[in-house]
Protein backbone atom coordinates (compact mmCIF):
# COMPACT_ATOMS: atom_id res chain seq x y z
CA UNK A 1 0.00 0.00 0.00
CA UNK A 2 1.45 3.41 -0.91
CA UNK A 3 -0.29 6.71 1.24
CA UNK A 4 -1.73 9.37 -1.16
CA UNK A 5 0.99 11.87 -1.02
CA UNK A 6 -1.09 14.77 -3.32
CA UNK A 7 -4.57 16.24 -1.68
CA UNK A 8 -7.52 15.17 -3.68
CA UNK A 9 -8.96 17.99 -5.38
CA UNK A 10 -12.74 18.31 -6.54
CA UNK A 11 -13.74 20.03 -9.32
CA UNK A 12 -16.33 22.56 -9.44
CA UNK A 13 -17.86 23.53 -12.68
CA UNK A 14 -21.29 25.92 -13.92
CA UNK A 15 -22.05 26.30 -17.55
CA UNK A 16 -23.64 29.29 -19.07
CA UNK A 17 -25.81 28.52 -22.12
CA UNK A 18 -26.66 31.14 -25.30
CA UNK A 19 -29.14 29.60 -27.00
CA UNK A 20 -30.63 31.59 -30.12
CA UNK A 21 -34.43 31.49 -30.69
CA UNK A 22 -35.84 31.06 -33.59
CA UNK A 23 -38.08 33.84 -33.80
CA UNK A 24 -39.31 35.34 -37.31
CA UNK A 25 -37.92 38.44 -36.64
CA UNK A 26 -35.26 39.72 -34.39
CA UNK A 27 -35.78 41.13 -30.34
CA UNK A 28 -36.09 44.60 -30.98
CA UNK A 29 -36.75 45.41 -34.82
CA UNK A 30 -38.80 43.78 -37.93
CA UNK A 31 -35.83 42.35 -39.60
CA UNK A 32 -35.81 38.39 -40.23
CA UNK A 33 -33.89 36.19 -38.34
CA UNK A 34 -32.06 33.86 -41.07
CA UNK A 35 -28.99 32.05 -41.21
CA UNK A 36 -26.68 32.48 -44.33
CA UNK A 37 -28.38 35.51 -45.98
CA UNK A 38 -25.92 37.88 -47.61
CA UNK A 39 -23.72 39.88 -45.27
CA UNK A 40 -25.64 43.06 -43.63
CA UNK A 41 -28.54 42.53 -45.66
CA UNK A 42 -30.93 42.11 -42.76
CA UNK A 43 -30.28 44.98 -40.67
CA UNK A 44 -32.17 48.46 -39.98
CA UNK A 45 -31.47 51.52 -37.78
CA UNK A 46 -32.81 49.78 -34.96
CA UNK A 47 -30.32 46.50 -34.78
CA UNK A 48 -27.55 49.02 -36.20
CA UNK A 49 -28.22 51.32 -33.25
CA UNK A 50 -28.26 54.55 -35.32
CA UNK A 51 -29.32 57.46 -33.21
CA UNK A 52 -33.11 57.80 -32.48
CA UNK A 53 -33.81 54.20 -33.57
CA UNK A 54 -36.35 52.88 -31.35
CA UNK A 55 -36.38 49.03 -30.29
CA UNK A 56 -39.83 47.63 -29.67
CA UNK A 57 -40.07 43.91 -27.48
CA UNK A 58 -40.53 41.03 -29.86
CA UNK A 59 -43.62 39.42 -27.82
CA UNK A 60 -42.67 35.69 -29.15
CA UNK A 61 -38.58 36.33 -27.93
CA UNK A 62 -40.37 36.83 -24.68
CA UNK A 63 -43.13 33.59 -25.08
CA UNK A 64 -39.81 31.33 -26.31
CA UNK A 65 -37.89 32.78 -23.43
CA UNK A 66 -41.05 32.00 -20.81
CA UNK A 67 -40.86 28.04 -22.60
CA UNK A 68 -37.54 27.68 -21.65
CA UNK A 69 -37.61 28.72 -18.28
CA UNK A 70 -40.78 26.58 -17.93
CA UNK A 71 -39.70 23.47 -19.03
CA UNK A 72 -36.54 23.99 -16.76
CA UNK A 73 -39.05 24.72 -14.03
CA UNK A 74 -38.09 28.30 -13.31
CA UNK A 75 -40.09 30.80 -11.49
CA UNK A 76 -41.50 33.48 -13.94
CA UNK A 77 -40.56 37.10 -13.06
CA UNK A 78 -43.84 39.56 -13.01
CA UNK A 79 -42.47 42.02 -15.70
CA UNK A 80 -39.67 41.98 -17.93
CA UNK A 81 -37.48 44.63 -17.15
CA UNK A 82 -33.91 45.30 -19.64
CA UNK A 83 -30.65 46.58 -19.31
CA UNK A 84 -27.84 48.04 -20.79
CA UNK A 85 -24.78 46.06 -21.21
CA UNK A 86 -22.07 48.41 -21.91
CA UNK A 87 -18.92 47.12 -23.93
CA UNK A 88 -17.09 47.85 -26.71
CA UNK A 89 -16.45 45.28 -29.72
CA UNK A 90 -16.55 46.09 -33.26
CA UNK A 91 -19.13 43.37 -33.84
CA UNK A 92 -21.39 45.33 -31.44
CA UNK A 93 -21.48 49.08 -32.85
CA UNK A 94 -24.18 50.35 -30.85
CA UNK A 95 -21.83 49.93 -28.27
CA UNK A 96 -23.96 48.36 -25.75
CA UNK A 97 -26.15 44.98 -25.79
CA UNK A 98 -29.38 44.84 -24.23
CA UNK A 99 -29.66 42.28 -21.87
CA UNK A 100 -30.97 41.62 -18.48
CA UNK A 101 -29.32 42.47 -15.26
CA UNK A 102 -31.39 42.17 -12.20
CA UNK A 103 -34.89 41.00 -12.99
CA UNK A 104 -34.00 37.61 -15.27
CA UNK A 105 -37.45 36.60 -16.87
CA UNK A 106 -36.83 32.82 -15.67
CA UNK A 107 -35.11 31.88 -12.24
CA UNK A 108 -34.38 29.37 -9.59
CA UNK A 109 -35.09 26.56 -11.59
CA UNK A 110 -33.45 22.96 -11.91
CA UNK A 111 -32.66 20.29 -14.40
CA UNK A 112 -32.73 16.59 -13.33
CA UNK A 113 -30.13 14.67 -15.08
CA UNK A 114 -30.38 10.96 -15.83
CA UNK A 115 -27.20 9.73 -13.46
CA UNK A 116 -26.04 9.79 -9.95
CA UNK A 117 -24.62 11.90 -7.86
CA UNK A 118 -21.98 10.86 -5.36
CA UNK A 119 -24.36 9.77 -2.93
CA UNK A 120 -26.54 7.66 -5.06
CA UNK A 121 -29.49 10.57 -5.42
CA UNK A 122 -30.43 11.30 -8.81
CA UNK A 123 -28.32 14.67 -10.05
CA UNK A 124 -29.93 17.89 -10.59
CA UNK A 125 -28.31 21.11 -11.11
CA UNK A 126 -29.76 23.94 -10.20
CA UNK A 127 -30.43 26.94 -13.08
CA UNK A 128 -30.07 30.05 -11.39
CA UNK A 129 -31.77 32.01 -14.27
CA UNK A 130 -32.38 32.10 -17.49
CA UNK A 131 -32.27 36.09 -18.88
CA UNK A 132 -33.47 37.64 -22.36
CA UNK A 133 -30.60 39.27 -24.55
CA UNK A 134 -29.60 40.28 -28.00
CA UNK A 135 -26.86 39.07 -29.92
CA UNK A 136 -24.33 40.91 -31.17
CA UNK A 137 -22.93 40.55 -35.32
CA UNK A 138 -20.04 38.20 -36.46
CA UNK A 139 -16.09 39.16 -36.96
CA UNK A 140 -15.19 37.39 -39.82
CA UNK A 141 -11.30 37.41 -40.04
CA UNK A 142 -9.90 37.01 -43.39
CA UNK A 143 -6.19 37.48 -44.41
CA UNK A 144 -7.27 41.47 -45.59
CA UNK A 145 -8.40 42.30 -42.60
CA UNK A 146 -11.30 41.97 -40.33
CA UNK A 147 -15.12 42.39 -42.02
CA UNK A 148 -18.34 42.73 -39.92
CA UNK A 149 -21.61 40.79 -40.83
CA UNK A 150 -24.71 42.31 -38.50
CA UNK A 151 -26.91 39.72 -39.69
CA UNK A 152 -26.82 38.30 -36.06
CA UNK A 153 -27.35 41.66 -34.23
CA UNK A 154 -30.39 41.67 -32.63
CA UNK A 155 -30.94 38.31 -32.80
CA UNK A 156 -33.08 36.95 -29.70
CA UNK A 157 -30.85 34.76 -27.41
CA UNK A 158 -31.95 33.30 -24.00
CA UNK A 159 -28.79 32.90 -21.58
CA UNK A 160 -29.21 29.52 -19.22
CA UNK A 161 -26.97 29.85 -15.69
CA UNK A 162 -26.47 26.60 -14.54
CA UNK A 163 -25.71 26.91 -10.56
CA UNK A 164 -21.74 25.60 -9.60
CA UNK A 165 -23.10 22.28 -8.78
CA UNK A 166 -21.27 20.10 -11.53
CA UNK A 167 -18.54 17.73 -10.40
CA UNK A 168 -16.76 16.89 -13.24
CA UNK A 169 -16.39 17.08 -17.30
CA UNK A 170 -18.47 14.09 -17.84
CA UNK A 171 -21.35 15.18 -15.43
CA UNK A 172 -20.99 18.54 -17.53
CA UNK A 173 -21.28 16.56 -20.57
CA UNK A 174 -24.22 15.08 -19.48
CA UNK A 175 -25.91 18.32 -18.38
CA UNK A 176 -25.18 19.56 -21.86
CA UNK A 177 -26.96 16.46 -23.73
CA UNK A 178 -29.84 16.55 -21.17
CA UNK A 179 -30.61 20.38 -21.58
CA UNK A 180 -30.14 20.35 -25.38
CA UNK A 181 -32.29 17.19 -25.44
CA UNK A 182 -35.17 19.15 -23.39
CA UNK A 183 -34.77 22.30 -25.22
CA UNK A 184 -35.37 20.16 -28.48
CA UNK A 185 -38.70 19.30 -27.42
CA UNK A 186 -39.56 23.01 -27.19
CA UNK A 187 -39.42 24.12 -31.01
CA UNK A 188 -37.88 27.23 -29.59
CA UNK A 189 -34.56 26.97 -31.77
CA UNK A 190 -32.49 24.95 -34.25
CA UNK A 191 -29.91 24.25 -31.22
CA UNK A 192 -27.03 23.82 -33.51
CA UNK A 193 -23.70 24.51 -31.84
CA UNK A 194 -22.48 24.47 -35.63
CA UNK A 195 -24.63 27.29 -37.11
CA UNK A 196 -23.48 28.91 -33.55
CA UNK A 197 -27.52 28.63 -32.58
CA UNK A 198 -26.00 26.67 -29.43
CA UNK A 199 -23.12 28.24 -27.38
CA UNK A 200 -21.73 26.95 -23.99
CA UNK A 201 -19.06 28.77 -21.39
CA UNK A 202 -17.57 26.64 -19.00
CA UNK A 203 -16.84 27.89 -15.38
CA UNK A 204 -14.16 25.33 -13.49
CA UNK A 205 -12.58 25.55 -10.52
CA UNK A 206 -11.00 23.02 -8.01
CA UNK A 207 -10.87 22.93 -4.37
CA UNK A 208 -9.32 20.37 -1.55
CA UNK A 209 -12.45 17.80 -1.09
CA UNK A 210 -14.46 18.30 2.00
CA UNK A 211 -13.96 21.97 1.43
CA UNK A 212 -16.40 24.18 1.61
CA UNK A 213 -15.28 27.06 -0.15
CA UNK A 214 -15.07 27.36 -3.78
CA UNK A 215 -11.51 27.73 -5.56
CA UNK A 216 -10.92 30.72 -8.27
CA UNK A 217 -12.57 30.03 -11.29
CA UNK A 218 -11.61 30.32 -14.77
CA UNK A 219 -14.02 30.69 -17.80
CA UNK A 220 -13.21 28.84 -21.08
CA UNK A 221 -14.95 30.39 -24.05
CA UNK A 222 -14.56 29.50 -27.77
CA UNK A 223 -15.99 25.88 -26.92
CA UNK A 224 -17.32 24.86 -30.53
CA UNK A 225 -18.99 21.33 -29.20
CA UNK A 226 -20.05 19.06 -26.08
CA UNK A 227 -16.77 17.11 -26.84
CA UNK A 228 -14.50 20.15 -26.69
CA UNK A 229 -16.08 21.28 -23.23
CA UNK A 230 -15.43 17.97 -22.21
CA UNK A 231 -11.91 18.25 -23.16
CA UNK A 232 -11.08 21.71 -22.49
CA UNK A 233 -12.41 20.92 -18.46
CA UNK A 234 -10.17 18.32 -18.26
CA UNK A 235 -7.38 20.31 -19.08
CA UNK A 236 -7.90 22.98 -17.22
CA UNK A 237 -8.61 20.85 -13.90
CA UNK A 238 -5.14 19.45 -14.60
CA UNK A 239 -3.66 23.29 -14.77
CA UNK A 240 -5.77 24.30 -12.24
CA UNK A 241 -4.26 21.54 -9.48
CA UNK A 242 -0.91 21.69 -11.07
CA UNK A 243 -0.76 25.48 -10.16
CA UNK A 244 -2.23 24.90 -6.75
CA UNK A 245 0.41 22.19 -5.80
CA UNK A 246 3.23 23.91 -7.59
CA UNK A 247 2.29 26.48 -4.49
CA UNK A 248 1.46 29.37 -7.20
CA UNK A 249 -1.92 31.08 -7.40
CA UNK A 250 -4.71 31.52 -9.42
CA UNK A 251 -6.26 34.14 -10.89
CA UNK A 252 -9.75 34.59 -12.17
CA UNK A 253 -9.67 34.86 -15.70
CA UNK A 254 -11.19 34.22 -19.27
CA UNK A 255 -9.69 31.63 -21.43
CA UNK A 256 -9.98 30.59 -24.82
CA UNK A 257 -9.75 26.92 -25.95
CA UNK A 258 -7.66 25.90 -28.83
CA UNK A 259 -8.85 23.10 -30.64
CA UNK A 260 -5.88 22.36 -32.44
CA UNK A 261 -3.25 22.09 -29.32
CA UNK A 262 -6.13 21.06 -27.40
CA UNK A 263 -5.30 23.34 -24.15
CA UNK A 264 -6.39 26.97 -23.30
CA UNK A 265 -4.66 30.18 -22.99
CA UNK A 266 -5.76 33.29 -20.86
CA UNK A 267 -7.50 35.95 -23.37
CA UNK A 268 -8.20 38.43 -20.19
CA UNK A 269 -8.61 38.64 -16.65
CA UNK A 270 -12.02 38.48 -15.55
CA UNK A 271 -14.31 41.42 -16.02
CA UNK A 272 -16.84 42.35 -13.19
CA UNK A 273 -19.86 43.73 -13.56
CA UNK A 274 -19.59 46.51 -12.85
CA UNK A 275 -17.38 46.91 -15.80
CA UNK A 276 -20.60 46.90 -17.95
CA UNK A 277 -21.89 49.79 -16.37
CA UNK A 278 -25.64 48.52 -16.72
CA UNK A 279 -28.36 50.61 -16.36
CA UNK A 280 -31.86 50.54 -17.31
CA UNK A 281 -32.27 50.03 -20.79
CA UNK A 282 -34.19 54.04 -21.22
CA UNK A 283 -35.89 52.90 -24.34
CA UNK A 284 -38.00 50.50 -23.16
CA UNK A 285 -40.86 50.76 -20.60
CA UNK A 286 -41.61 47.33 -18.19
CA UNK A 287 -43.81 44.90 -19.50
CA UNK A 288 -46.18 43.10 -17.36
CA UNK A 289 -46.16 39.19 -17.33
CA UNK A 290 -49.74 38.27 -16.50
CA UNK A 291 -49.95 34.75 -14.71
CA UNK A 292 -52.45 33.90 -16.66
CA UNK A 293 -49.97 34.43 -19.63
CA UNK A 294 -47.46 32.08 -18.19
CA UNK A 295 -50.37 29.97 -17.36
CA UNK A 296 -51.26 29.87 -20.67
CA UNK A 297 -47.64 28.87 -22.08
CA UNK A 298 -47.53 26.10 -19.34
CA UNK A 299 -50.27 24.25 -20.59
CA UNK A 300 -49.33 24.44 -24.04
CA UNK A 301 -45.73 22.74 -23.11
CA UNK A 302 -45.29 18.58 -24.44
CA UNK A 303 -44.86 15.93 -22.46
CA UNK A 304 -41.56 16.60 -21.51
CA UNK A 305 -38.61 13.71 -21.82
CA UNK A 306 -38.25 12.76 -18.01
CA UNK A 307 -42.26 12.09 -17.94
CA UNK A 308 -41.94 10.31 -21.00
CA UNK A 309 -38.97 8.23 -20.11
CA UNK A 310 -41.42 6.62 -17.01
CA UNK A 311 -43.88 6.28 -18.99
CA UNK A 312 -41.93 4.50 -21.80
CA UNK A 313 -40.26 2.76 -19.14
CA UNK A 314 -43.90 1.98 -17.29
CA UNK A 315 -46.18 1.23 -20.68
CA UNK A 316 -44.17 0.06 -22.70
CA UNK A 317 -41.83 -2.39 -20.69
CA UNK A 318 -39.10 -1.34 -22.45
CA UNK A 319 -35.41 -1.57 -20.69
CA UNK A 320 -33.75 1.68 -19.58
CA UNK A 321 -31.14 2.43 -22.00
CA UNK A 322 -33.44 1.64 -25.24
CA UNK A 323 -35.98 4.34 -23.66
CA UNK A 324 -33.60 6.70 -22.69
CA UNK A 325 -32.26 6.49 -26.25
CA UNK A 326 -35.89 7.14 -27.51
CA UNK A 327 -37.09 9.96 -25.47
CA UNK A 328 -33.62 11.49 -26.58
CA UNK A 329 -35.04 13.38 -29.64
CA UNK A 330 -38.67 14.09 -29.23
CA UNK A 331 -38.97 13.19 -33.63
CA UNK A 332 -37.59 9.97 -32.55
CA UNK A 333 -39.84 9.36 -30.15
CA UNK A 334 -43.25 10.37 -31.65
CA UNK A 335 -42.44 8.00 -34.50
CA UNK A 336 -41.93 4.76 -32.43
CA UNK A 337 -45.07 6.21 -30.76
CA UNK A 338 -47.04 6.08 -33.90
CA UNK A 339 -45.55 2.80 -35.08
CA UNK A 340 -46.82 1.19 -31.60
CA UNK A 341 -50.39 2.78 -32.09
CA UNK A 342 -50.43 1.15 -35.80
CA UNK A 343 -49.04 -2.17 -34.03
CA UNK A 344 -49.63 -2.61 -30.20
CA UNK A 345 -46.34 -4.65 -29.50
CA UNK A 346 -43.80 -2.01 -28.13
CA UNK A 347 -41.27 -4.60 -27.50
CA UNK A 348 -41.47 -5.75 -31.09
CA UNK A 349 -41.18 -2.18 -32.68
CA UNK A 350 -38.51 -1.02 -30.45
CA UNK A 351 -35.74 -3.07 -31.93
CA UNK A 352 -36.63 -1.93 -35.32
CA UNK A 353 -36.70 2.15 -33.96
CA UNK A 354 -33.59 1.53 -31.56
CA UNK A 355 -31.33 -0.42 -33.66
CA UNK A 356 -32.51 -0.33 -37.37
CA UNK A 357 -33.45 3.48 -37.53
CA UNK A 358 -30.70 4.29 -35.02
CA UNK A 359 -27.77 2.66 -37.16
CA UNK A 360 -29.20 5.05 -40.39
CA UNK A 361 -29.53 8.18 -38.40
CA UNK A 362 -26.25 7.69 -36.72
CA UNK A 363 -24.48 6.76 -40.39
CA UNK A 364 -26.05 9.87 -41.85
CA UNK A 365 -25.56 12.16 -39.21
CA UNK A 366 -29.48 12.55 -40.00
CA UNK A 367 -32.45 13.49 -38.08
CA UNK A 368 -35.75 11.13 -38.34
CA UNK A 369 -37.07 14.08 -40.96
CA UNK A 370 -34.88 13.06 -43.41
CA UNK A 371 -35.59 9.63 -43.82
CA UNK A 372 -38.20 8.59 -46.08
CA UNK A 373 -39.54 5.98 -43.98
CA UNK A 374 -42.50 6.04 -42.42
CA UNK A 375 -44.06 4.09 -39.66
CA UNK A 376 -46.57 2.30 -41.84
CA UNK A 377 -43.71 1.00 -43.36
CA UNK A 378 -42.04 0.00 -40.12
CA UNK A 379 -45.40 -2.37 -39.25
CA UNK A 380 -46.02 -3.48 -42.66
CA UNK A 381 -42.17 -4.94 -42.66
CA UNK A 382 -42.96 -6.53 -39.25
CA UNK A 383 -46.07 -7.77 -40.28
CA UNK A 384 -44.69 -9.91 -43.00
CA UNK A 385 -41.92 -10.93 -41.05
CA UNK A 386 -44.40 -12.53 -37.94
CA UNK A 387 -46.25 -14.25 -41.00
CA UNK A 388 -42.74 -16.05 -42.34
CA UNK A 389 -43.16 -13.91 -45.57
CA UNK A 390 -39.16 -12.57 -44.70
CA UNK A 391 -36.62 -14.08 -42.53
CA UNK A 392 -34.44 -11.69 -39.92
CA UNK A 393 -31.94 -10.75 -42.29
CA UNK A 394 -33.52 -10.17 -45.47
CA UNK A 395 -36.20 -8.18 -43.36
CA UNK A 396 -33.25 -6.29 -42.06
CA UNK A 397 -32.09 -5.67 -45.90
CA UNK A 398 -35.37 -4.63 -46.38
CA UNK A 399 -36.01 -1.43 -44.13
CA UNK A 400 -32.50 -0.43 -45.07
CA UNK A 401 -34.14 0.22 -48.58
CA UNK A 402 -37.34 1.42 -47.38
CA UNK A 403 -35.08 4.19 -45.72
CA UNK A 404 -33.46 4.93 -48.97
CA UNK A 405 -36.59 4.75 -51.38
CA UNK A 406 -39.51 5.53 -49.07
CA UNK A 407 -41.35 2.53 -50.28
CA UNK A 408 -43.57 0.25 -48.53
CA UNK A 409 -42.57 -3.19 -47.82
CA UNK A 410 -44.00 -5.24 -49.62
CA UNK A 411 -43.27 -3.79 -52.46
CA UNK A 412 -39.35 -3.72 -51.81
CA UNK A 413 -39.69 -7.02 -50.80
CA UNK A 414 -41.09 -7.88 -53.95
CA UNK A 415 -38.83 -5.81 -56.25
CA UNK A 416 -36.15 -7.16 -54.52
CA UNK A 417 -37.53 -10.72 -54.75
CA UNK A 418 -37.19 -11.56 -50.96
CA UNK A 419 -40.62 -12.76 -49.87
CA UNK A 420 -41.02 -16.27 -48.86
CA UNK A 421 -42.83 -18.31 -51.33
CA UNK A 422 -45.97 -20.30 -50.20
CA UNK A 423 -45.38 -23.93 -52.15
CA UNK A 424 -42.40 -25.02 -50.27
CA UNK A 425 -41.51 -27.17 -53.77
CA UNK A 426 -38.66 -24.95 -54.35
CA UNK A 427 -37.36 -25.39 -50.95
CA UNK A 428 -37.33 -29.16 -51.01
CA UNK A 429 -35.54 -29.15 -54.09
CA UNK A 430 -32.93 -26.65 -53.19
CA UNK A 431 -32.10 -28.72 -50.00
CA UNK A 432 -31.95 -32.06 -52.18
CA UNK A 433 -29.30 -30.09 -54.17
CA UNK A 434 -27.53 -29.12 -51.49
CA UNK A 435 -27.24 -32.54 -49.72
CA UNK A 436 -26.32 -33.96 -53.40
CA UNK A 437 -23.31 -31.60 -53.15
CA UNK A 438 -22.22 -32.20 -49.71
CA UNK A 439 -22.94 -35.86 -49.57
CA UNK A 440 -19.43 -36.93 -48.84
CA UNK A 441 -18.55 -33.59 -46.69
CA UNK A 442 -21.29 -31.93 -44.42
CA UNK A 443 -23.72 -34.50 -44.73
CA UNK A 444 -21.26 -36.71 -43.83
CA UNK A 445 -20.47 -34.91 -40.67
CA UNK A 446 -24.00 -34.84 -39.55
CA UNK A 447 -24.46 -38.19 -39.65
CA UNK A 448 -21.76 -38.58 -37.69
CA UNK A 449 -23.18 -36.18 -34.82
CA UNK A 450 -21.20 -33.38 -35.91
CA UNK A 451 -24.32 -30.42 -35.34
CA UNK A 452 -22.05 -27.66 -36.54
CA UNK A 453 -22.18 -28.73 -40.01
CA UNK A 454 -25.93 -28.38 -39.82
CA UNK A 455 -25.20 -24.64 -39.57
CA UNK A 456 -23.02 -25.00 -42.74
CA UNK A 457 -26.41 -26.96 -44.82
CA UNK A 458 -28.60 -24.01 -43.88
CA UNK A 459 -26.37 -21.44 -44.84
CA UNK A 460 -25.98 -23.03 -47.99
CA UNK A 461 -29.33 -23.99 -48.78
CA UNK A 462 -30.21 -20.25 -48.08
CA UNK A 463 -27.79 -19.13 -50.49
CA UNK A 464 -29.29 -20.74 -53.28
CA UNK A 465 -32.88 -19.44 -51.96
CA UNK A 466 -31.52 -16.15 -52.24
CA UNK A 467 -32.48 -15.42 -48.62
CA UNK A 468 -35.95 -16.44 -48.89
CA UNK A 469 -36.42 -18.96 -46.17
CA UNK A 470 -36.64 -18.93 -42.66
CA UNK A 471 -33.36 -20.86 -41.34
CA UNK A 472 -35.69 -21.49 -38.50
CA UNK A 473 -37.66 -24.13 -40.65
CA UNK A 474 -35.02 -25.13 -42.89
CA UNK A 475 -33.20 -26.80 -40.20
CA UNK A 476 -35.55 -29.24 -38.87
CA UNK A 477 -36.09 -30.30 -42.98
CA UNK A 478 -32.79 -30.90 -43.62
CA UNK A 479 -32.27 -32.79 -40.30
CA UNK A 480 -34.88 -35.03 -41.40
CA UNK A 481 -33.78 -35.39 -44.64
CA UNK A 482 -30.69 -36.51 -43.78
CA UNK A 483 -32.14 -39.21 -41.39
CA UNK A 484 -34.47 -40.12 -44.31
CA UNK A 485 -31.44 -40.93 -46.72
P1 LIG B 1 -20.71 36.17 -13.46
O1 LIG B 1 -21.69 37.15 -12.94
O2 LIG B 1 -19.30 36.60 -13.33
O3 LIG B 1 -21.03 35.65 -14.82
P2 LIG B 1 -21.98 34.09 -11.99
O4 LIG B 1 -21.98 34.06 -10.51
O5 LIG B 1 -23.19 34.52 -12.70
O6 LIG B 1 -20.74 34.95 -12.44
O7 LIG B 1 -21.57 32.67 -12.47
C1 LIG B 1 -21.39 32.38 -13.80
C2 LIG B 1 -21.22 30.87 -13.92
O8 LIG B 1 -20.07 30.45 -13.20
C3 LIG B 1 -22.37 30.09 -13.35
O9 LIG B 1 -22.69 29.05 -14.26
C4 LIG B 1 -21.84 29.53 -12.05
O10 LIG B 1 -22.40 28.27 -11.77
C5 LIG B 1 -20.37 29.39 -12.33
N1 LIG B 1 -19.51 29.55 -11.15
C6 LIG B 1 -19.55 30.54 -10.24
N2 LIG B 1 -18.58 30.38 -9.33
C7 LIG B 1 -17.87 29.26 -9.68
C8 LIG B 1 -16.73 28.59 -9.14
N3 LIG B 1 -16.07 29.02 -8.07
N4 LIG B 1 -16.30 27.48 -9.77
C9 LIG B 1 -16.92 27.04 -10.87
N5 LIG B 1 -17.99 27.63 -11.42
C10 LIG B 1 -18.47 28.74 -10.84
MG1 LIG C 1 -22.06 35.49 -16.67
ZN1 LIG D 1 -33.25 45.44 -37.51
Known sequence: MTTATTTDFEPVIGLEVHVQLKTRSKMFCGCAVKFGAPANSLTCPVCLGLPGALPMVNRQAVEFGMRVGLALNCQIAHRVKFDRKNYFYPDLPK???????????CFDGELQLPISDAAGNP?????????????AGKSIHMESGTLVDLNRAGTPLIEIVGGPDLRSPEEAYVYLTTLKRNLSYLGVSDLSMEKGSLRCD????????????FGVRSEIKNLNSFRAVRAALEFEIRRHIRVIEGGGTLT??????DEDKLETRSLRSKEEATDYRFFPEPDLGLYDVPRQWVEQVRASLPEMPEKRLLRFLHDYKLNRADAEWLVGDRAVADFYEACVRLYDHPKKVAPWVV???GRELNERNAGI????????????LIQLLEAGKLNNITAKEIFREMVHSGQ??????????????QDSGEVDRVIAEVLAEFRDAAVADLRAGKQAALGFLVGQAMRKLRGKANPKELGPKIEAAVRGS
Open 95 to 105: GYQISQYDEPL
Open 369 to 380: GDLRITPEAVIE
Open 123 to 135: KVCRITRAHLEED
Open 202 to 213: ANVSVRPRGQAK
Open 252 to 257: QETRLW
Open 408 to 421: GATVVAKRLNKLIE
Open 355 to 357: TEL
